[in-house]
């Protein structure tokens, strides 16, 4: 259907985005998008999907190289965003190999395909996890934003549709490691002012005094005793109704991580967060079986296979997969719907930006186990978060959940001016 296609592939694409922008409240893009059958009725207008080409891929790293963002381009102007976290330090140079081995002049839709010839082709270069696999995940977020962008529908939609419209957050709050006292203070503030209805602290104390050594990561009576006081606070601040995470960040010893789980027991936690190293996913199932507490734990394991053997020992009770990590979007439904056979719900780790977070929102839509994605305080903190990425309408309700892009692809995308004076130093920035 090619005499389909508009002459000016430019003035489509402009009148395509014109029309996001008309509906800038969420309600308006809410009743103005009727689903797939009005959308599969203009595909021909907006592009020949079976014509695609990627023709370029950029990249740009930003918050000390914690954060890798990438954009993929194609020969119709569609332009694919996508972002990556954590295991990214240094991997300029991974983008660009996998970017001339694997996707210039590949269509971008078939993006199953594309990010298995990216696994596969890189068995021998430590594609079963880390920094190979997060590369991935930028690059395969990306090809979601283009595929939508190209057939003119959400991400949701691309991955089944949605069984919610507004997806529930908890805040990663800015208020860990502090007296109990003043942690409680600043979970109320949080709920209060922001309208969460759950909230995460972290426990883990490197530099607690009463720890042996900063390298021995059993827990001491008066360790154990902080905690309690801390997480006591917090309990009695926000009230009975609000949920509580606890975050250990894979620090303790098993002994230690049943130890912290026990004495949390009265608090009622949503979940007791990776309390020993994601390596060994037999001492999470050992630690949940001695324990009342939920135990978390996810944020660590790289693709399906990674998360296939804690499942297997049952070891948690709630999966917490980082979609800018695992290897990205349809990766975390797969891991999803995986735990969803074992009964397991999903509460994908976040802590990337408003892209990272309406990626993640878009797969939170899409699969029934969906518990709760995490939110960052810092969001509402740092200016630099408004200017790294554009989108319109409402990012956040007033009672902590993210209404769902109804537009074209993910809905929010990279500034690249905005984030230019961010940029980490001595490496190319979208170049
Ligand atoms: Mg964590």
New binding site residues.
Partial sequence: MKAQIPTSKKSSRRNFFSKAALGVSGAMLATSYDGLAESIEKTPKASAPSDLKITDIKCGFIRGEHSLFVKIYTNQDIVGHGQAVDGVYGTYYVVNHLAQRHLIGQNPLNIHRLQEEMRRGGLFKGAQAGMYVCVMTAIETALWDILGKALGVPVYQLLGGKFRDNIRVYCDTAGSRLEPEEMGRRAKEDVDKYGFTAVKFDIDDRGDPNKLDPYNWSVSIPELRRMEAQIAAVREAVGPDIDICV?C?GRFDEAAGMKIAKALEPYNLMWL??PVPAEVPASYARIRASTTTPICGG?NWYLTYGFREAFELGAVDVIMPDLQKCGGLGEGQRIANLANTYNVPFAP?MVASYLGAMSSAHVCAAVPNFLILEWQIYFHKNEMFNEIVTFDGPMLTEDGHIPVKNVPGIGVEINEEGMRKYASPGIPFFK
């Fill in positions: 975050d960040h967060e990776e944020e780790h």
